[in-house]
């Protein structure tokens, strides 16, 4: 088998036990039990579980958004919509969210799953972003002072879809919500509130 191909297959079976058991039992050792290869062949492709997990992460990134994508000849609203996966059904919709609700509640009691989170997840997601919105502002679709910044205050705004508790589970309004909660968001920040009179 290919190393690409045994990589996708590791990573598929270490996000499922991931979501079966947690972040504490996802060890290296059931991992290689469970894909039925020995432990130097996975530590030859991920030397260790920071960067296994670090694979999972950045395979669930792509679902969260759309980016780098061709978007040049799409209008902004959609373009919008699609970079934030607003078109999925509801059935993967849902997948999303049990996915980022494990990792906030995970992420609360492993500092280092957290890091792995933030820069690989989030911080790879608004990266992705503000050079998206960069590349709109070159083309003069948008003006802002910083790309950077209109990236962060519109993934603030995008995020309130879901709201955290105190235990650090993510409340779920259902799809329909979710999706008109991020229409509006991409309405305001493409066109504000004010009033036209």
């Not at 972040?23 to 492709?45: F, G, H, N, P």
């Not at 078109?87 to 992420?107: G, P, S």
Request: charged letters at 30%; a neutral charge; aromatic letters at 6%.
């Amino acid at each position: 088998m290919p190393a690409a191909a045994r990589r996708d297959e590791i990573v598929a079976v270490a996000t499922q036990m991931f979501q079966e058991a947690g972040y504490a039992r996802l060890t290296t050792d059931a991992v290689a039990a469970r894909c039925r290869i020995s432990k130097r062949t996975l530590y030859e492709l991920f030397p260790s579980k920071a960067a296994l997990l670090t694979a999972i992460i950045d395979q669930h990134r792509t679902r969260m958004i759309r980016l780098p994508a061709e978007y040049d000849d799409v209008p902004l609203e959609r373009a919008l919509d699609l970079i934030f996966g607003n078109d999925i059904d509801d059935e993967a919709d849902r997948e999303r969210f049990a996915f980022l609700q494990l990792i906030f509640v995970e992420a609360v009691q492993h500092p280092e799953l957290d890091q792995i989170s933030a820069t690989h997840g989030k911080g790879v997601i608004l990266q992705l972003l503000g050079d998206w919105i960069a590349h709109e502002c070159r083309r003069g679709r948008l003006d802002v002072p910083d790309p950077k910044d209109a990236a962060r205050m519109l993934m603030d705004m995008v995020a309130g879809s879901t709201t955290r508790g105190l235990d650090g589970r993510l409340a779920w309004d259902g799809s329909d919500r979710r999706r008109a909660y991020v229409r509006e968001c991409i309405r305001v920040f493409l066109h504000g509130t004010k009033s036209p009179r």
